[in-house]
């Protein structure tokens, strides 16, 4: 995983009591065009993608890359997580370097209010710290999107600061698998 270092990609599927987090596969290309042409899910990235216009560009094996994980429900995709590096034109860093983690997350509007998206980042997380353990992890979600903002309160994010972004006020976040002493 050269976006995020000396990580090997993909990592064995990971197992939670439910879910199971993998890389994405050919019959998950219907699952992503869904996800991306959603209007509940586009609310607060920017809106919908035209079907069409996905159609045409998903690839047969869509989103296989280094950092993407697929949620998987018995045996069907609900969503994916990425953990990415956060691009340093952007604002919010909590390192000098602008070296951080990014945590994104999307779901299917079937699989929302279940619990899966704790479930499925803290998974993706613990996997991260083992991984990487000194490397702090970031997430960004717009503060109207008080669904998210719960997500990233009860995955031990810790408010860094808020800014404008996108024309919508922005909570940024960081977690660290790192104790502190004392």
Known sequence: ????????????????E????????????AAF???????????????PRPRDELERAVPEVPGRRPGLFVIDLDGAMIGMITLDRRDAERPGHVR????????????????????????????????FAD????????LCTRTANAPSMR??????????????EYGAEQWFGVWSSVTPSG
């Open 1 to 16: 995983m050269t976006e995020l270092g000396p990580v090997a990609w993909p990592p064995a599927p990971i197992r939670t």
């Open 18 to 29: 439910r879910l199971v987090l993998r890389e994405p596969e050919a019959r998950d290309r």
């Open 33 to 47: 065009i869904e996800l991306f042409s959603s209007p509940e899910v586009g609310t607060y990235i920017g809106g």
């Open 96 to 127: 000098p370097d602008a070296e951080e983690a990014e945590l994104g997350y999307m779901f299917l509007p079937e699989a929302w209010g279940c619990g899966y998206a704790a479930e499925a980042c803290a998974a993706a997380l613990d996997w």
């Open 131 to 138: 991984a990487l353990p000194t490397e702090p992890v970031v």
């Open 151 to 164: 997500l990233a309160a009860k995955l031990g994010f810790t408010e860094v600061e808020r800014f404008e």
